[in-house]
T-cell receptor, first 118, second 111 residues
Framework: GAVVSQHPSWVICKSGTSVKIECRSL??????MFWYRQFPKQSLMLMAT?????????EQGVEKDKFLINHASLTLSTLTVTSAHPEDSSFYIC??????????????FGEGSWLTVV | EDQVTQSPEALRLQEGESSSLNCSYT??????LFWYRQDPGKGPEFLFT???AGEEKEKERLKATLTKKESFLHITAPKPEDSATYLC????????????FGKGTTLSVSS
C-alpha cells in the first residue's frame, strides 16, 4: 500500500538554529503534500499545502518565512523551521495526496517528527 | 466555514463492550469523510473514506457509517489493542484538497 515516510522521527535543536524535516511518498507520486502541526492532546492543524514545482500555500497565521516549504520533486517535500524557538517545539506531520485515480481519495500520513527546541 | 465536531472527547470501555463514536460535520460540499486511528506519538493511520450518505464500510471490529450530517464509527466487542485516538476529517469544496480534522475521541479499552 501507499506509504509516506518522514525523517527525522525526532530532533532536538538549539534556539536560533534551523532544522529540516523531510516527507517522502515511497510508492506513489504526490503532486500535493500537506504539513500539519499537532500539540499534545490537540488535533492536527493544517499549516500549509505543498505543491510540486510551485510555491506552497500557507494557512492564515502561519509565517511563511519561518516555516519554509520546498516541494522539489513528486516524491519529496521538506519543511524547514528557521530560527527555531522553544514555542516551535511540536509534533509535525505530513501527508501526501494524489490526483484522484488509482488510490482514490485516500490520504496517507507520515509517522510524524518530534521537534524540541532548547 | 467547514467544521468537524467529535464526541465524546474520551471514552472508556470494558473489553467486549460495544459502542459508537460520533463525528458531526458542516461543510460546503462534502468530497469525502475520513476516519483515522492515531496512537500516541505516531502519525494517523488511515481507516476509512466515506463519500455519500448511506455508505458503510467495515474493517475487523470497526464499522463506519455516514449520513448527511454525521458519521459514526461503531466498535464491536473492542479489545485493549483498539485503544487509541480516533480522528474524523472531511474534505470539502471550500477546503480544496486539504483535510479538516475534528479534535478526536480518545478510546481506552480495559481488559
Amino acid at each position: 500500500g501507499a506509504v509516506v515516510s518522514q525523517h527525522p522521527s525526532w530532533v532536538i535543536c538549539k534556539s536560533g538554529t534551523s532544522v529540516k524535516i523531510e516527507c517522502r511518498s515511497l510508492d506513489f507520486q504526490a503532486t500535493t503534500m500537506f504539513w500539519y502541526r499537532q500539540f499534545p492532546k490537540q488535533s492536527l492543524m493544517l499549516m500549509a499545502t505543498s505543491n510540486e514545482g510551485s510555491k506552497a500555500t500557507y494557512e492564515q497565521g502561519v509565517e511563511k518565512d519561518k516555516f519554509l516549504i520546498n516541494h522539489a520533486s513528486l516524491t519529496l517535500s521538506t519543511l524547514t523551521v528557521t530560527s527555531a524557538h522553544p514555542e516551535d517545539s511540536s509534533f509535525y506531520i505530513c501527508s501526501a495526496g494524489l490526483h484522484e485515480g488509482a488510490f482514490g481519495n485516500t490520504i496517507y500520513f507520515g509517522e510524524g517528527s518530534w521537534l524540541t527546541v532548547v | 466555514e467547514d467544521q468537524v465536531t467529535q464526541s465524546p472527547e474520551a471514552l472508556r470501555l470494558q473489553e467486549g463492550e460495544s459502542s459508537s463514536l460520533n463525528c458531526s460535520y458542516t461543510v460546503s460540499g462534502l468530497r469525502g469523510l475520513f476516519w483515522y486511528r492515531q496512537d500516541p506519538g505516531k502519525g494517523p493511520e488511515f481507516l476509512f473514506t466515506l463519500y455519500s450518505a448511506g455508505e458503510e464500510k467495515e474493517k475487523e471490529r470497526l464499522k463506519a457509517t455516514l449520513t448527511k450530517k454525521e458519521s459514526f464509527l461503531h466498535i464491536t466487542a473492542p479489545k485493549p489493542e483498539d485503544s487509541a485516538t480516533y480522528l474524523c476529517a472531511v474534505r470539502s469544496n471550500q477546503a480544496g484538497t486539504a483535510l479538516i480534522f475534528g479534535k478526536g475521541t480518545t478510546l481506552s479499552v480495559s481488559s
